[in-house]
């Protein structure tokens, strides 16, 4: 088992930055890929960004150039580095983590982006 827990969501103007966190407990030496997804109200979850083991990078289209994910392997942590924020960057935001096939879920951190 792998608990996740988010931090960093916050109230922001457009433009401005935020840097979200998740730190990984449990079962952590199975974990290999980390990443996270958002949900806004009304919207499906949808992807925004994963790093795995060995810190190759995927981004959604939406914030490539804008978001930047990072992993601290010694602490178990994945971060979200989020610049030139939009309105339509306001949603839930979720950590996750998979391990030998499985995805785990952090509770969520909420980021709303005012304009």
């Known amino acids: 088992q792998v608990r996740l827990v988010e931090s960093g969501g916050a109230l922001v103007q457009a433009g401005g930055s935020l840097r979200l966190s998740c730190v990984a407990s449990?079962?952590?030496?199975?974990?290999?890929?980390m990443g996270w997804y958002r949900q806004a109200p009304g919207k499906q979850r949808e992807f925004v960004a994963t790093?795995?083991?060995?810190?190759?990078?995927i981004y959604a289209d939406s914030v490539k150039g804008r978001f930047t994910i990072s992993r601290d392997n010694a602490n178990n942590t994945v971060y979200l580095q989020m610049n030139s924020l939009k309105p339509d960057d306001t949603a839930v935001y979720y950590c996750y983590a998979r391990s030998w096939g499985s995805n785990y879920w952090g509770q969520g951190t909420q980021v709303t982006v005012s304009s």
């Open positions: 790093i795995t083991s060995d810190k190759m990078t």
């Open positions: 449990g079962s952590v030496f199975s974990i290999n890929a």
